[in-house]
């Protein structure tokens, strides 16, 4: 799935919330950065130009480094992205990419089996990973003075891994990843539509068809010998970008990055990953049961890529339809008519194409039918004419202030260092802070209408009805 | 230029000047013999908390934080679900609740629309021990979004089509939780470690009969009762300056005025468990089983709390810690495993916990129990100093961001903490030994007094849990969980 928080991000090494899986993550909402302010030429607008000032440079192995300062507190957030994700994924190993990222954790040449923790809890850091389509991201936040420890595990997993790689240490995590899986979708109501999602949305020759978490038989089938090839495929340097962040001298984390990163060897080439643009070409109706009191539905459209025209839209879109009481969707469904517990959408974006989801659960006594009538009545609304000023501009401030608060953490998932990550991966540019929220601050309403015209089409869209098992008849009706 | 283009620039040079090709190894490989050592810890400075005073003896304390234009202010109340009147669990909570659906002259829909195009981030709750309202605002927006907030706080219309409408709400959320195996254990657990009469016996949004039960009169004698100045503390921590905020906010609150202010009822200690029994909520086809497992912890102001959190982060509350290494990395039987003390005014619950799949409920079981006794008897050195390193050493990671020291504010005011706590942490933790870690697992965590609470295929696990003889087991239905729908 595209943009994958929504449903199949992995963050392996703590729990997460159940709000956590189901939060969609507005990637381009999260967003982080020291800020700098330079006075802005908007005739006395208090405008702030938000910019995340950083250095940049290649090691001869094609590591690709992003240095950025900021000493609000003594921490430094160490984070790597491999450009590999489960699109990279061969038939028969779904949900290899994520399996592998459990593996980097289990030491490496020169780091015994649970001394990556051990060594990095005694300097008081912390650490996780996350898997999604595209990507796979690990980091480590630790005090200033345990820089070098954290690069040193970083790299020797690099340059090491397989040293330490047994058919041992694979069927562990293969056991932990099962239960993640059972956890996090098959014992949690509405999983299952999680675990399908992307299967109806995507075409069988698209990279996003299958679930990150992968299938329970290929996660039996995952064997010591993929893990080897896969390393030697996709984690190279040279397929890979470092951010140093936090309380760092910059001198001194370049010199450090250098010693401890230079001698892992260069990898095999990656070859750009491309796919067709997926097409949904109908309107596909399906109804899953689960083990649930209340129906809900999924009304899923395919929609522009990360970062492409029309992506930044469609969040927009998602805001005006379901962002806060009166928001289109939210003011009819739960507010006025009192006939849906809750409501949300969200624009999910990939490298390769990106999901637009509208999701609403149904009250006791209410069919999803109805539900679905309101929310196409709505989206027939904002097709027709386009938003007030004023539903643009609370979108685009409630977006403005996320931009300001998400600068407030450089480490973890979707701190600053993250962040930087993730315009160098999509964008080419680290600090793209400021043209991201330009994204969004020059849309007139006329856009966000055509976007709604163009991508939220009826015939081109999926219905998923999620039911009590034994209840059909709360799904929305088959087409007539 | 692009990345890739800039990478094989950089290479071509690199190469004219002889080092090794791709694919060698470069020549100054470092020493990975061992881990590097670490360099001096860095202290922290964290800017003062500012202490003053409202005219009306308001406290406010301020800490200012200058790297981002944003400020996060929140009104705390020292009452929360314990002040909950008896035979009213959830008022607390629903009160919390309302107080934005509606207040001052304003609507919910003009509370919601207008803070919403500040891009303000307004949030109220209410806890075991405190109600709060957090925003979280842009500075440049902080002064249109205070006169909302405080009417939020103080104004609340409490209009019944608004109270029908949230009653609405969470009566589904009560029924969805019937849903969710880890809520359904949880609750159990409570219920099986407190009793339903105990407050901390049921959820903090009450039950179903008390939610169906809640009249607008309920919600203002509450609201009347316990927001009240000398019960309350405003915490704000952004890029702003004390006097100037001081004065903003004498404006809004200084008005504020005790009615009759009285402090709520203390929650009385919980009787502590005597012997060991087991729940086990049947949910047919259950993946995994949902494992509880705990008994009464003591409150915040215990003198053992840093001990404690060093003895917890041993036991199961790190990812190297004993239950996460034996459940997930050696046994593979979970994704996870922890344990927490739950700390509140009164005594909150200790719990040891883990989802792990159906065909190794019993296995689990047993390794459950061998840790709980085993850090009893054997703490090593090397544990404990990697465990207060971990704990000391992190805490910046704690109070990063304006609404992580809020939060530390709130908990200094709720729990009367003295002045001056955030910034003995680090040594407080330091003073711990290994002494202190072994004789707080032994006085606190006791396995042979301890309730279990199961969520799972009872036709699948029940043998395998009956031969364990862990103590008498019942079986209880999600009715006798949550109570009458």
Redo the contacts between chains.
Sequence with gaps: MPGAEVTFTASDRKFIGLGEIMTRRFASVLIAAALVLAPASLGGQETARLSVPYTQFTLANGLDVILHEDHTVPLVAVNAWYHVGSAREKPGRTGFAHLFEHLMFEGSGHVPEGDFDNWLEAAGGDNNGSTDTDRTNYWETVPSNALELALFLESDRMGYLLGAMSPEKVNGQRDVVKNERRQSYENRPYGVAFLKLSELMFPPNHPYHWPVIGSMEDLTAASYEDVVQFFKNYYGPNNTTLVVAGDIDPVEARRLVEKWFSDVPRGAPVPPLSAPTPVLGEEKRVTLEDQVQLPQLFLGWLTPSYFHPGDEAMDVVARVLAFGKNSRLYKRLVYDLQIAQDVSASQNSGALGSMFLVTATAREGHGLSEIEKVIAEEITKLKAQPPEARELERAVNQIESAFYGALERVGGFGGKADRLNLYEFYTGRPDYFAEDLARYTSLDPLDVQSAARAHLRDDARLVLSVVPAGKKSLAVEKKP | M??ES??AT??LL??SVG??A?????A???D??K??A???????QLPPVQKLRLSNGLPVLVVE?H????VQVNVVVRAGAGADPRGKPGLASITADLLDEGAGSRS??AI??EL??????LRTRAGWDASAVAL???V?RFGAALPIFADVVLRPTFAVAELD?VR??RL??L??L?????AIASVAFANALYGRDHRYGVPVIGTETAVRGFTRADLAAFHERVYQPGNSAIVVVGDVTAPAVQAQLEQAFGGWKAANPRTPAAVPAATQVRDRGIWIVD?P????TEIRIGRIGPPRSTADYFPLTVMNTILGG???SRLM?NL??Q??????A?SSFDYRLSTGPFVAGA???TDKTGPALTEFFNELGAIRRTVTDAEV???K??V??????E?????DIASKLEEQFVHGLPDGWLDSFVASVGAVTAADVKRVAEQYVDPAKVVIALVGDRRKIEAEVRALNLGPLKVRTAAEIFGPR
């Design positions: 692009s990345r800039r990478a950089a290479l690199l190469l080092v090794p791709p694919g060698q190894t470069a100054s490989a470092p990975r013999s881990p590097p670490l360099g001096p810890v860095r202290p922290l934080l790297e981002v234009p944003v919910a829909l919601a629309d919403d195009y500040l891009g303000a981030d979280h605002v842009p440049k409408r609405k709400d589904t959320e029924l969805q019937r849903d969710e195996p880890s949910r086809g259950s993946a995994q790190s990812f190297t290494q997930r990395e046994h593979g039987y979970a994704y996870g922890r989802a792990v799949q100093a990697k465990a390193n971990y000391a050493l992190s805490f910046p990671s109070v990063e961001t304006t609404g």
